[in-house]
């Protein structure tokens, strides 16, 4: 894999449509037109379900269970800043490594080194984490976690708008959708087996997401960048990339801004679900409780997530959709907090389910339509991907102060709600996509 200089590059621009330019450049750049293989996607869904395994695992019940060992006294501020940290690493790696993946030039591809590297490094730092006594190493691993993670997804996300067609996309972001919500069931899975063994479950996590990635890399259609095609590299262009003028694109911002509010109010719903379970719902096992919740939640995001997707896919819409499912999530924080017992929490993880079974199928498909150019997917996508990054080091702030300063769980729930609704207003503002 090769990042270097080279001397002059043509207009990728030039080689984008079929039939112009070199084979391989029309493979590599072209906005795809020929339907993705059942075998592709399905490698597509492993990667996600093993990325979502590292990730959602550890700060549901892990880090939160490792913290309470570490100072039980200082739990909520400790998964907080271990949390907060390495969404603040993601905030850089998921945009860096995309734009270094639109710039490599491998025989293995563009995207399918990063997935590899990415999951290798994870998962040693997951192994790492594992043994960590104290929360200066908390952070470093989990940051690592993140920093390997994050390559893997930023790739893997890239993909999509690089091999399948529009026509396709709702599909395909359903079952995205789907391998993500498994990882996170798998995930609170190895927490209820090991019953608190968080070494264990971090051992598990790690090996989940090695062994997910290796049915993509071995079936990746992963067109390589022609040496040529590369634009030279500066460093003050490559660092003006990651500005994407909202004056220009304002369609790109806007779907920016409402996925990031929308994921500001899934993070805080679920951030302290554990500590939620044991100190006011007083449930006898929190981690099975997390499991429990995460259960009816996750089977009513793989339903509406396929149902959703494909449906858009035949309407040719996608506002309708996102804006509708935004609503649903913030009725699911309405309902936790003004219902806070164990029957309010499981009706409130199924319509939180509900609507982020939707909105992560069509809102995916809705963002790869309004991506600004062909040859900066991965660098594009990466600056989408902060919108998900950035609520993870906002949320758990949030979620700190609220519980501990604000009034408790009832105001964490009705300010999550309150920012989930202003995302689902703020999708009208988008015009270039129907």
Known sequence: MSLSDTPAAPDPSASSVPGTGPESSTAALAEPTQKVTARWVTGLVLVNVGINAAFFGPINIFIGQQAIGIDEANKEAILSLVTGCGAAVSLVANPLFGALSDRTVSGFGRRAPWVLAGAILATAALLAMSGATAVALMVLFWCLVQLGANAAYAAITAAVPDRVPVQQRGGVGGLAAMGQTVGILLGAVFGAVVSGNYMVGYTMCAAALLFSVLPYLFHRND???????????????????????????????????????????????????????????????????VLTLTGIYAVMVMITAVIAG??????????????????????????????????????????????????????????????????????????????????????????FLAVTYFGGYLTLFITAAVIGLLGAVFVVKIKGVD
């Open 223 to 289: 067109p390589p960048l022609p040496r040529e095609l590369r634009p030279p590299f500066s460093w003050g262009s490559f660092l003006r990339g990651f500005w994407i003028s909202p004056a220009r694109y304002p369609d790109f911002a806007w779907a920016w801004l409402t996925r990031f509010l929308v994921n500001v109010c899934n993070q805080m719903t679920i951030v302290y679900l554990l500590f939620f379970l044991r100190d006011v719902l007083k449930h006898e096992d929190p981690a099975l409780g």
């Open 310 to 399: 494909p449906w858009s896919d035949r309407l040719g819409r996608r506002k309708p959709f996102v804006i509708g499912s935004s609503a649903i999530i913030a009725v699911a924080g309405l309902t936790m907090a003004f219902f806070p017992v164990w029957t309010g929490a499981l009706i409130g993880a199924g319509i939180l389910g509900v609507g982020f079974g939707a909105y992560l199928a069509v809102d995916f498909a809705l963002l790869t339509q309004v991506l600004p150019q062909a040859a900066d997917r991965g660098k594009d996508m990466g600056v989408i991907n902060v919108a998900n990054s950035l609520p993870q080091v906002f949320a758990p702030v949030l979620a």
